[in-house]
């Protein structure tokens, strides 16, 4: 075995089978990412069980809630009560329509691109007409976007996916301004149809 000069004060006294170590140290980094690992793990010893930080459990209803208020998911009740019911309603406060109306028009949405821009119908149902084929409370109308009806070609809108409860309820309230406008070219309704007033 071929030794360099700069090896020999490395050279370990044994040797096996004709092979002999060098007593190489670990790197300097490595070392610093070991005894910091070590550090990190007193910390989260100290922090966690002997100063009270918070639990598995304790973070997950944290995060629960914090997931319930970025994504409008309605708050669960106390263990065993039944979660809080959101109020469908049409709203008149032309705030909550005009951005009904931005969400209706927006690019993540895409509402009118089968809705028509003035909701005239194009693929999907004219929404300015009194004939609606699954029903026009506004429970129903929240239903048809959270739900949406993927045999028909329509994608489920709500749950916090693209959508959440206050924006649902911001739609449903625009589409419930335009019932009775009259735009031009609107498609004619659906044979299923119903007389309904929003």
């Known amino acids: 075995m071929k030794v360099f000069d700069d090896e020999k004060d490395l050279l370990m006294d044994h040797e096996y089978d004709g092979i002999r170590e060098l007593d190489n140290h670990m790197p300097t980094w490595w070392l610093w990412l070991f005894y910091f690992t070590i550090a990190w793990g007193v910390g989260y010893m100290v922090y966690y069980y002997m100063l009270g930080g918070p639990t598995q459990e304790e973070l997950y209803e944290q995060e629960m809630a914090a997931a319930a208020e970025q994504y409008g998911l309605e708050p669960q009740g106390e263990e065993g009560a039944a979660p809080v019911q959101f109020t469908w309603e049409y709203l008149e406060d032309q705030e909550r329509i005009e951005e009904g109306r931005e969400i209706y028009m927006s ?44 045999d028909r070609g329509m994608i489920a809108y709500g749950s916090g996916a693209r959508m959440t409860n206050e924006q649902v309820q911001s739609v449903i309230s625009y589409i419930a301004s335009i019932q009775g406008t009259e735009p031009a070219d609107p498609k004619a309704p659906d044979p299923r149809a119903t007389e309904c007033s929003l």
């Open 107 to 150: 690019n993540n949405n895409l509402c009118y691109t089968c809705h028509g821009e003035n909701g005239q119908g194009l693929v999907g149902p004219n929404l300015t007409d009194n004939l609606w084929i699954h029903g026009c409370s506004a429970e129903d109308v929240a239903k048809s976007i959270i739900e949406g009806y993927p």
